[in-house]
């Protein structure tokens, strides 16, 4: 999963095995940044809604969150990750921004996420598969990547990892349905439902995290 600071990978268990010992069964993950804990959850059965003002934790919810595994044709998702998986690279944004003026990637990777993002905006942008498609390029993305997340750290050398090449992997979506929100929690909180569980893990200090990147 995306390197992020404040990652709540070893607290999910104990988040889990709270929302299990009170038979909760919908849930609100109010600050929900890479959707892990709201996919513990849904993985446990409860209906979660996610929360979040970035964009990119908005597609991993539609992919994660929102997606109901049991609703998706799994040859067309393949179908169309071997289709992107074989395009050629075409420098575009991504190169110029975050491989030429940056270190982010090294450029031959920068140019094949450039023409597969192009390729599922321009081919796929509004359909079912298009959460999915634009994950499936995210994790690739980061996969390949030469930084240390968004800890603020100078990278002198290419991280070993930036030689792969990018390869698109198929999301591994959750069964059962859940909802997704992008917007201030302030705003959202008291508007989005009632839930019988809630998990809010606000910004903890001054950084944010997209001047890191943009």
Known sequence: MIKYLGSKRR???????????IGARHALDLFTGTTRVAQQLKRGGVVVTAVDTARYSEVLGHCYVQTDARTVDRDELRGALRDLGSRPARPGYVTETFCRRARFFQPHNGARIDAVRDAIEREHAGTALYPLLLTSLLEAADRVDSTTGV??????????RSYNPLELREPELLDGPGHVHRGDACELAGVVGEFDFAYLDPPYNQHRY????H
């Not at 800890?151 to 070993?160: D, G, L, N």
């Open 210 to 213: 997209f001047t890191n990147y």
């Open 11 to 21: 607290l999910v268990p104990v988040i889990d095995a709270m929302a299990g010992a």
């Open 151 to 160: 800890q603020m750290a100078f990278v002198k050398e290419w991280a070993s």
